[in-house]
C-alpha cells in the first residue's frame, strides 16, 4: 500500500506569492488534515478535510485554504505568503475521522522558504 | 483547548527502559491520548493511542492515570533508532488536534 506523498517536496516562493500544495492520502482514506511545523511554534493544526468536507479548521487567518476532491486529494493553498509562512508543510491521513481511534499517517512534508 | 506538557529533553542508555511523561490536565471525558514521533527530516509516525485503559502494542506501552490527567509512554528497551521528538496529542472534544511542544528523546549508545 503506498503511503501518503506530498508535492513538491520543496519549494521557493518570495513575498506576497502564493502556492498550492498537494497530497494523496493513503487509498481508502478519506480524512485529509494538514498541518504547519516551524521551529518556533511547532506542530500546529490547520484544518481537516472529510469527504470533500471542511470539517474542522485550525486557527489560521484566511491567507490558508484549502480543498478536496473526489478522490480524496487534497490541496492546501496559501496566499500573499509572507516571510512567517516559511515552514514545513504536513499532510496525515486516517480511514475514519480525524478526532477518532485511527492512526494518522504522515507525509514527508513540503517545504516552504519564502524570501 | 485541551494542552499538554512535555519535557523538553531526556536520555536513555540503550536497551534500558524509556518512560517518557505527558501532562494533560484539561483533558475531557472524550479526549483520545495520542502518541506521534517524530524522525530527523520525516514526517510524524504513530506509536499508540488510548482513552482510558493501560495499552500495549508492539512498539511501546502507555500508561494513563486514573484521573486521565497524565499519561506516560513506555519504550521497553530503547534503541538507537527509537532517538525521536515524541509528541503527545490529544484529540476528541475540541475538534482541534493539539501538539505539545515534544520530547526529544536521546539514546545514548
Known amino acids: 500500500k503506498a503511503g501518503v506523498t506530498q508535492t513538491p517536496r520543496y519549494l521557493i516562493k518570495t513575498r506576497g506569492q502564493q502556492v498550492t500544495l498537494s497530497c494523496s492520502p493513503i487509498?481508502?482514506?478519506?480524512?485529509v488534515s494538514w498541518y504547519q511545523q516551524t521551529p518556533g511554534q511547532g506542530l500546529q493544526f490547520l484544518f481537516e478535510?472529510?469527504?470533500?468536507?471542511?470539517?474542522n479548521k485550525g486557527n489560521f487567518p484566511g491567507r490558508f485554504s484549502g480543498r478536496q476532491f473526489s478522490n480524496s486529494r487534497s490541496e492546501m493553498n496559501v496566499s500573499t505568503l509572507e516571510l512567517g509562512d516559511s515552514a514545513l508543510y504536513l499532510c496525515?491521513?486516517?480511514?475514519?475521522?480525524?478526532f477518532g481511534t485511527g492512526e494518522l499517517f504522515f507525509g514527508e512534508g513540503s517545504r516552504l522558504t519564502v524570501l | 483547548d485541551a494542552k499538554t506538557t512535555q519535557p523538553n529533553s531526556m536520555e536513555s542508555n540503550e536497551e534500558e527502559p524509556v518512560h517518557l511523561p505527558c501532562n494533560h490536565s484539561t483533558i475531557s471525558g472524550t479526549d483520545y491520548i495520542h502518541w506521534y514521533r517524530q524522525l530527523p527530516s520525516q514526517g510524524p509516525e504513530y506509536v499508540i493511542h488510548g482513552l482510558t485503559s493501560n495499552v500495549n502494542n508492539r512498539m511501546a506501552s502507555l500508561a494513563i492515570a486514573e484521573d486521565r490527567k497524565s499519561s506516560t509512554l513506555i519504550l521497553h528497551r530503547a534503541t538507537l533508532r527509537d532517538a525521536a521528538v515524541y509528541y503527545c496529542i490529544l484529540t476528541g472534544s475540541a475538534r482541534q488536534l493539539t501538539f505539545g511542544s515534544g520530547t526529544q528523546l536521546t539514546v545514548l549508545p
Open positions: 487509498s481508502g482514506h478519506r480524512s
Open positions: 496525515a491521513s486516517v480511514d475514519r475521522g480525524l
Open positions: 478535510y472529510f469527504s470533500e468536507t471542511q470539517r
